[in-house]
């Protein structure tokens, strides 16, 4: 499974491409906007920037703002331009999905955002996008089960052999990384606070002391 983090903070993606362990990042109109950018000059500027962080063969989602085909493509071929790692993201809308199967013959990779049903997942593959994204934590925080649309996407996707990946999106903690791999994604995105939220147990702390204790004792 895929560790992409989900921010527009340099720092948060600095510190995950430290790790080691990061296979890319995504982005959305209110990520930009917390961190201040603006303007579609400094946009492609710290998309740009956001590329080079992460490194070669990496994927960085870059959403288009327009909700017309024609605005949608002219954002989406601008950004893909700006450099090899860009997935143009997409809204679930009529528009979005035209917008998506014209990206694929085009060989431009696509993200279709704001999926929160299986119906709308099959209509992101059959138009060809490279990623669905689910958003979990938004569906749980409506008392369904976000989980159980990973594991109905990953029954249709492999009863019907379409290859666009699952990106489990809005995955707010650990146990949502934890869920989402048991589930079927083939991509978790999250903030640098969930991924950090994986190392902890303090069993860990406890057999590290005791191991360094000893290991001291021994030594002198
Ligand atoms: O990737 C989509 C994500 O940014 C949405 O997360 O926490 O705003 O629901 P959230």
């Known amino acids: 499974m895929l560790f992409f983090v989900d921010t527009a903070n340099l720092d948060h993606i600095r510190e995950a491409a430290e790790l080691g362990i990061l296979d890319g990042v995504t982005t959305n109109p209110s990520l930009m906007a917390k961190e201040g950018i603006t303007g579609e000059k400094e946009v492609l500027k710290h998309y740009r920037s956001i590329c080079e962080i992460v490194g070669k063969d990496r994927d960085v989602s870059a959403e288009v703002i327009s909700t017309d085909f024609a605005g949608m493509v002219a954002e989406g071929k601008k950004l893909a331009e700006l450099h090899e790692n860009i997935v143009v993201k997409v809204p679930m809308i009529k528009e979005g999905v035209k ?122």
């Open 99 to 220: 917008a998506i199967a014209h990206f694929t013959e085009l060989g431009i990779r696509t993200n279709c955002t704001l999926v929160f049903s299986a119906g709308q997942a099959i209509l992101a593959a059959k138009a060809g996008a490279t990623y669905v994204s689910p958003f979990i934590g938004r569906i749980d925080d409506t008392a369904w089960d976000g989980m159980k649309l990973i594991k109905d996407i990953f029954e249709i996707y492999g009863q019907t052999g379409y290859e666009t990946a699952i990106l489990a999106a809005s995955i707010r903690n650990p146990l949502h990384i934890v869920q989402a791999a048991k589930a079927g994604a083939d991509v978790v995105t999250c903030p640098l606070s969930a991924i950090m939220g994986l190392f902890y147990h303090p069993l860990t702390d406890i057999g590290l002391e005791k191991f360094l204790a000893d290991y001291n004792k021994a030594n002198g």
